[in-house]
């Protein structure tokens, strides 16, 4: 058991007979009231996000999770299959994929997050390389600020802002944490 002024983000607990994920978890204290912990956490199965507050010392079933190393094989409607180590399918269905989906490329390696046999969902590398497929011409003379423009990847089609230097063709590195542009490669 962990008390909610323990939990970190990533860490996994068990409420309502659901696992939830923590993604950020701010503690509080003030004079008169008790410390408080406002947690913000997202359920593993159905990815919903929500945010609630806590007292420091409410206790909390913690959970551990089994990560295996996979490699993406191919979509079969409605199933992501993944290959492990030892040449076994693993089968994740789409609402348990989240972000994830966006960066998928056959034979890319990630981890498949497992519970009793199930699998939950995907963790991704934290950053991961992708070409530029698509992206409009920079407007010239634009030079006030962080000038930002979209680009779609060239096998998922997910549009993210990039710098305004980035064009079709190019190698991008890409948070997969936050969804946000790092640097071009070279």
């Known amino acids: 058991m962990k008390t909610a ?3 970190r983000a990533g860490n996994v607990f068990m409420l309502e007979k659901e696992l939830m994920v923590v993604m950020r978890g701010e503690f509080s204290k003030s004079g008169r009231n008790s410390s408080v912990v406002k947690l913000k956490y997202r359920t593993l199965q159905g990815g919903r996000v929500k945010e609630e507050v806590y007292k420091a010392d409410d206790k909390f079933e913690d959970i551990l999770l089994d990560r295996k190393p ?4 191919y979509f079969a409607d409605p199933m992501y299959v993944f290959m492990d180590e030892e040449y076994n399918q693993i089968e994740v269905s789409p609402d348990n994929m989240g972000e994830s989906m966006n960066y998928l490329e056959d034979g890319m390696a990630c981890e498949v997050v497992v519970h009793e046999g199930k699998a939950l969902s995907i963790e991704m590398p934290n950053i991961i390389e ?3 497929g698509f992206t409009e011409r920079s407007a010239r003379g634009d030079t006030v600020g962080k000038v930002m423009k979209k680009a779609r990847l060239k096998n998922t089609n997910y549009e993210l802002d990039v710098p305004a230097i980035v064009e079709i063709g190019d190698k991008i590195e890409i948070d997969t944490r936050t969804n946000e542009f790092r640097r071009r490669v070279v």
């Open 130 to 132: 992708r070409e530029v």
């Open 5 to 7: 002024m323990e939990l």
């Open 70 to 73: 996979c490699t993406y094989s």
